[in-house]
């Protein structure tokens, strides 16, 4: 079973930048594709980016391309999203979320099996 973490929000100003992480637990945390995916108030919640287990491979919204970046750590049991440029489109609960590597990525939150509790990010103007 995973366990996934994810720190305190935060608050931050238009423009500015946040690197929420995900630090997994379990035996083989690193074999498992990681996502992170938001709720904007009043939407459903939406894909953000995900990781393959290895790190290989990559994938983002349309509405964070070229802003927000993916990564693993060293111990590549820690997922990263290191996340420019926010806006007030930004401001939302972000989750990240596992499920087996085999898998592959996915853009769909119900493929998505382990859960963090969710961290709050806010963008202010």
């Known amino acids: 079973q995973q366990q996934l973490v994810e720190p305190v929000g935060g608050l931050v100003q238009l423009g500015g930048s946040l690197r929420p992480s995900c630090p997994a637990s379990?035996?083989?945390?690193?074999?498992?594709?990681i996502g992170w995916l938001r709720q904007c108030p009043r939407k459903p919640r939406e894909f953000v980016s995900a990781i393959t287990w290895d790190g290989s491979a990559t994938c983002y919204a349309d509405s964070v391309k070229g802003r927000f970046t993916i990564f693993r750590g060293n111990d590549k049991n820690t997922v990263y999203l290191l996340m420019n440029g926010l806006n007030s489109d930004d401001t939302a609960i972000y989750y990240c979320a596992a499920r087996r590597g085999f898998l592959g990525m996915s853009v769909t939150n119900r493929d998505y099996v382990y859960w963090g509790q969710g961290t709050q990010v806010t963008v202010s103007s």
């Open positions: 379990g035996a083989t945390a690193d074999t498992y594709a």
